[in-house]
Every structure is written in C-alpha cells, then in structure tokens.
C-alpha cells in the first residue's frame, strides 16, 4: 500500500531527469528507501543491486560509515561560509589534496556544484585566459562528436547528443567538433596491436585549420560515457596533447565521471602519461554523496589572472556553494579513504574479472562489440537488430532479477562501486547473462 500510494504521488508531482514520463508512470517503478553497500533497498524491503554506481558516483558503495561520519561531524563545527574575499579550512586543505594527486602541474581548485558547473566554470576560465593576455581572437572550442559535459548551455554546446539537446540547439554557442575515435568500427579497420590512432586525423584537420581563434579542446579522456561507453586508446590523447602544445591550445580533460579511479589509474589521463591545462572533477570526489566539482587549473592558467595596473583580471564567476564546508570535508574524507583502502591495487582483480566476463558475454551475443576499462564493463549490441529495443526489456528484465542498470541506446553496461567484491561483482555478471538469455 505505502508503495503504490507513494507511486500516485510521485506521477502526481515528480519530474524526473532523463526519463520518459509516460512509460514511467505506467511501470511499476522501485522507491529505494535505504542503501548499503551496493544494496538498494526499496520500501517494500527488497534488495536491488546499483550496477552503475547511482549515476557513476557511488564509488565506495552506500552508507560507508567514515563518509557518513565526515558529513554528520562537519554539520556540527561549519555549515556554510563563502569562499569570497574570505576562506575555511576544508577548502584549503581540500585543494591541497587534489594539487598531491592530480597529474603534476595541476596545483590550483575552482570548486563548483556539479559536472556542468564545473564545465560552465572551465570554459569560462579558459576564454578569460586568452583575454588576459592579449590574444581576444580566441573564443570557439574544439570537442568530440557525441562528447557529454554536462547539461546547463555552455556544456551542450561543446557536448551536444541530438537525442538529449536538439531542442536547444538553436541557442547553443558554436563549437568545432572532430569525429570520436571508435575502436569498435574503426574507420581506418585496425586492430588494437596496430592502431596509431589514425581516427586523430579529424582533430588535426582542425587544429591546423582553426587554431588561430580556438580557446580549448575539451574532450572525456579514454571513455566517452553518454556516448555509449565509447573507449579510445591513450595514443589518441597523447597526439591531442602534442598538438595542443604545438600550437599553445589549453587541453581540457573532462574527468567528472572516469577521475577517481574508475579506469583502473587515479585519473585517466595518466594512462596517456599527460597533464592537461584544466582537468575536470566531481561525482566520486565526495565518494557521490553530496554534489561537488572541481576545475583544476595549471599554474600558466591560474597566474593568468592576476590583475596589474592595466587590466582588472578577476574571475567574476561563482557559485552559493562553491567549496562548501561540508562537501569539502566529505571530499577530504573520501580521498583519504582512497589512500587508505588502497584503491588502484585494491581493483586490479577486479578490473580483470570484468574484463573476461565482458569478453566472455561478447562471444555468446552475435553482431555485438563488447569493451572494458578498468571498473567499467559495456556491451554494445547490433542496432540493425533491435539492439535499442533489447537493450531496454534487458534492463527490465535485470530489475526484476534484483540488478539495476540502464541502457545508453543499444549499449547495456555495468560502472559498479570500486568497493564491490568479487563474488558481488559475479552475482551481477549472473543476473546480467541470465537477462541475455531472457531476451533472446
């Protein structure tokens, strides 16, 4: 009774993101009351595994006791103070961390809300760059086709996906976008043992054509994930870094959803072995408990704006909540937590498990394009086949068996908390095969 009458409410006044509302209201949709672990627990009691991490962020699975401690100690010494003209601790202490962390050279924080801020914040930052010293012709961007950086205007408009952001298109500030690397039906036919990343081919032509007015190439290092799970190789990065530097462009690596871990290295970009000018942060920087992001800065950038006699060079740009005592303690806790449980040894097994169970679930699904990196796992399957419509009922049907996922198009995949154990991991594997099987 609880359910179904807290279900009529919802329809009655709930708007939920990405989420087909007629569909929605007609489904017998979970409410999670409580979580644990990589438990959802909904309010008739049953228990739901989150397979994508509630949105790519949950990376030490729900309720971790020194995540939750972080937040209630902090409620009780600072709720709330600007970081205006004046500063706190935990955002000192924060920025320290990430400078210790972050690829070296990165040794400044500009702290934001969520993943679009944070992009609204970096292109900002990086179109005032150009002005502070001189060079106002550059002010157009550079990304990737079906790149995602969030939702607010600036980020569609160098991360657009027509199904997601047609309807604002008209609005949306100009931006060159090279054809995505796509390992999975690669243009130029290569296998991975002897690919030199000739898919670059589309951001060098613009490079070469456009530098003269481009403020920055922004692109998701190693994994696109709104795109589909679309995983490139580091080479495709280190010549994107090359030419960047070639031609003084600022490189922008969006790692609000691969930072932290997730791809098997801390951040991303150094499987490529590169620091780029502005790195993006947030969903596991607080551990995906409370909204944080951050936007990491070189020193070149950073002493860019500093005013002289001649020129007032301050960012006039900020949030309510930018670097929030209490988000900036959970974040600080959750960083210590991914030094203490030490994460990147921690996952090796697992990243491995996965990719043979990937691989393994590849050879069995005809026509599909199976793919992995680090704590990720993804299926594509054959469009021309029904794959978007199959992909959907699989995901009903895993919910049903006690796994929630979600399809991205033909693209069924797994982003489980870094904290999952084997067995854990295996008892998702199960629930996943057995949906294939159910919806052959």
């Known amino acids: 009774m609880q359910k179904k009458y807290l279900q009529c409410l919802d329809s009655r006044h709930l708007w939920h ?6 569909t929605f209201e007609k489904s017998n949709f979970p409410i999670i009351k409580s979580a644990n672990g990589i438990y959802l627990y909904d309010v008739d009691g049953k228990s739901i595994i989150d397979g994508i991490s509630s949105w790519w962020c949950v990376n030490f699975g729900h309720s971790h006791p020194k995540l939750i401690n972080a937040i209630k100690n902090q409620t009780e010494i600072l709720q709330h103070s600007i970081l205006g003209g004046i500063s706190h601790p935990n955002a000192i202490k924060l920025s ?18 969520d ?17 502070n010293i001189g060079a106002d012709n550059k002010n157009k961007f550079i990304c990737l086709e079906n790149g995602y950086h969030g939702d607010t205007l600036g980020a569609v408009s160098v991360g657009y996906i027509d ?18 690397p796509r390992c999975t039906e690669c243009r130029y036919k290569k296998r991975p043992s002897d690919c030199n990343a000739q898919c670059f081919d589309s951001m060098e032509k613009l490079i070469l054509k456009h530098h ?31 030419l960047c530097d070639k031609y003084n462009l600022l490189l922008i690596a969006d790692e609000i959803a691969v930072g932290f871990a997730r791809t098997g290295k801390m951040f991303a970009c150094e499987h490529a072995g590169i620091t780029p000018d502005l790195l993006l942060l947030g969903k596991g920087l607080t551990g995906g408990y409370l ?10 950038v950073y002493n860019s704006f500093r005013c002289d006699e001649s020129k007032d060079k301050t960012f006039y740009h900020g949030h309510t909540f930018t670097g929030n005592p209490i988000t900036s303690a959970l974040a600080l806790a959750a960083i210590a937590l991914y030094k203490e ?60 068996s006690g796994l929630f996922i979600r399809p991205l198009g033909s693209v069924i995949y797994l982003w489980p908390p870094l904290t999952s154990t084997i067995e854990e991991l295996d008892r998702m594997f199960h629930i996943l095969k057995k949906s294939i099987q159910k919806t052959k």
């Open 17 to 22: 993101p990405y989420t087909n509302i007629n």
């Open 96 to 113: 320290e961390e990430l400078a210790k962390i972050a690829p070296q050279g990165l040794n400044h924080s500009f702290f934001a809300g």
């Open 115 to 131: 993943g679009s801020s944070a992009t609204e914040a970096a292109l900002k930052i990086a179109l005032q760059y150009w002005q």
């Open 163 to 180: 199904k997601f952001h047609k309807n604002f298109r008209s609005i949306l500030s100009k931006a060159y976008r090279a054809k995505s």
């Open 212 to 242: 003269s007015q481009i403020a920055g190439v922004i692109v998701e290092p190693l994994c696109q994930g709104a795109a589909g799970i679309n995983i490139y190789p580091k080479i495709y990065l280190q010549k994107l870094q090359k």
């Open 291 to 300: 909204p944080m992001s951050a936007v990491m800065a070189t020193d070149k």
């Open 341 to 400: 449980l030490n994460i990147l040894d921690e996952i090796k097994p697992k990243t491995e498990f996965i990719r043979k169970e990937i691989e393994e679930i590849g050879k069995d699904i005809s026509n599909s394009h199976p793919r992995s990196l680090g704590m990720i796992g993804a299926i594509e399957l054959d469009e021309q086949h029904g794959g978007n419509i199959r992909a959907k009922e699989l995901c009903k049907y895993a919910l049903k």
